[in-house]
């Protein structure tokens, strides 16, 4: 016995029977006719100020379309920026904002951009609230307005404080937009070549159009702290 994905989300046991093959058959033909396919396309770009201490700006945007696993038509885009600047050879400050649209329940096209894959703490806030985790039923896109302050006290050890302001993208009826503030911490130290030891803390101010979408309660404190040791030798190095 082995499983067969016919299409996202729908696994069948494939036992060589008749019965069994009709089956097969007649579940893809429902997947083709469905067509649940999702594209995303675009681009991600840097760029190098030759003037002053700028840093790289960062930019991206993608585009979704096709069908989501529910058979929608989509129609949802994303939107980052980031610049930073380098005040001297220890303090360096920075500006960010990211945009994805959502879907308010309106209209025939699904317009909540997807992800598809959540990744922990890079994105969207260190405490994870938006897209490592689900949404509460809505599907309301989301606004990330960033400010970060990296200060180096030596080659060694080094330390960020990053500033977000969330909201939703799309307006919800009867709710607000703002969904509340996160302060996150991040201290980096290498501790040899190949060792480095982070530690963290963040906190998190929701409002209540949070319990709207995410569930929760805004009012008790939220919180969180973490340390964690890198390792990462080089096991094998070729040159051609």
Sequence with gaps: MYTHSLCRGQVIDAIPTHLQQQKRYKQA????????????????VTYQPESGNWLPVQAAFYYQTGKNKNAQSVSAFMVSVKAAYAIDKQWSVSLGYDYLSGSDGKGDKFKAFDPLYGTHHKFYGAMD????SAWQGV??????AQLGVNFKTSKQVSMQLNYHYFATAAKLDDVKKGLGSEMDYQLDWNVMKDVKLSAGYSIMRGTKS??????????RWQDWGWVSVNINPRILFVKW
Excluded at 129 to 132: C, E, G, L, R
């Design 139 to 144: 599907a309301p896109g989301l606004q990330d």
């Design 29 to 44: 033909k429902q997947c083709l006719t469905i067509g649940r396919y999702l594209q995303t396309f675009g681009t991600y």
């Design 210 to 219: 949070m319990d709207v979408v995410k569930g929760g309660d805004h009012k």
């Design 129 to 132: 609230y938006f897209y490592a």
